[in-house]
T-cell receptor, first 116, second 116 residues
Framework: AQTVTQSQPEMSVQEAETVTLSCTYDTSESDYYLFWYKQPPSRQMILVIR??????QNATENRFSVNFQKAAKSFSLKISDSQLGDAAMYFCAYRRSVQGAQKLVFGQGTRLTINP | GAVVSQHPSRVICKSGTSVKIECRSLDFQATTMFWYRQFPKQSLMLMATSNEGSKATYEQGVEKDKFLINHASLTLSTLTVTSAHPEDSSFYIC????????????FGPGTRLLVL
């Protein structure tokens, strides 16, 4: 079964510092997509970054980057120069295929606190 | 681009009544729409997947007769919670994807349902 595990329920970081959120997943597929979503207090899910498994290059979006280790099935998110607005729940997600249909499987989430 | 709206954002109803939640893709055609449920401090749980013009596919454990889903057009999906009870109180989130082989889901802002 495809699962997504986020082993850090909570993380905190000083403003302007760098923080890394961990995510591991289990899959038997060779081609898939991985995502990090942010859910601020408003509860609106916001796409932070997407990684396509067939691409060896790690995805980057401004201050957000991933460390994608396909063999280890690891997909961590690095936030550089943390800002107060980065405080949120972060969910790692995996796009799985079930009988031709695509679904997202989410991890348990990591609550990130930014200390001023 | 890729904006998804949900209406209402919050609803309070009496036990035994039915509640309809609308999900609209505002600037793209959503071949596939998804409905999630999120309990406090928990991750998103997929309830069902709907493709335009087809019957929804429900996840295991989700009551089809309790949660009616209609995806009548490429921009609108509705979730009706029938004969709502207090245990149905939750945060419901929809998402939409352009195409069956989508690369990204776009999420609505969510609907908070409280059943008294």
């Amino acid at each position: 079964a495809q699962t997504v595990t986020q082993s850090q329920p909570e993380m905190s970081v000083q403003e302007a510092e760098t923080v890394t959120l961990s995510c591991t997943y289990d899959t038997s597929e060779s081609d898939y997509y991985l995502f990090w979503y942010k859910q601020p207090p408003s509860r609106q899910m916001i796409l932070v970054i997407r990684q396509e498994a067939y691409k060896q290059q790690n995805a980057t979006e401004n201050r957000f980057s991933v460390n994608f280790q396909k063999a280890a099935k690891s997909f961590s998110l690095k936030i550089s120069d943390s800002q107060l607005g980065d405080a949120a729940m972060y969910f790692c997600a995996y796009r799985r295929s079930v009988q031709g249909a695509q679904k997202l499987v989410f991890g348990q989430g990591t609550r990130l606190t930014i200390n001023p | 681009g890729a904006v998804v709206s949900q209406h209402p954002s919050r609803v309070i109803c009496k036990s035994g009544t039915s509640v309809k939640i609308e999900c609209r893709s505002l600037d793209f055609q959503a071949t596939t729409m998804f409905w999630y449920r999120q309990f406090p401090k928990q991750s998103l749980m997929l309830m069902a997947t709907s493709n335009e013009g087809s019957k929804a596919t429900y996840e295991q454990g989700v009551e089809k007769d309790k949660f009616l889903i209609n995806h009548a057009s490429l921009t609108l999906s509705t979730l009706t919670v029938t004969s709502a009870h207090p245990e149905d109180s939750s945060f419901y989130i929809c998402s939409a994807a352009p195409g069956l082989a989508w690369k990204t889901q776009y999420f609505g802002p969510g609907t908070r349902l409280l059943v008294l």
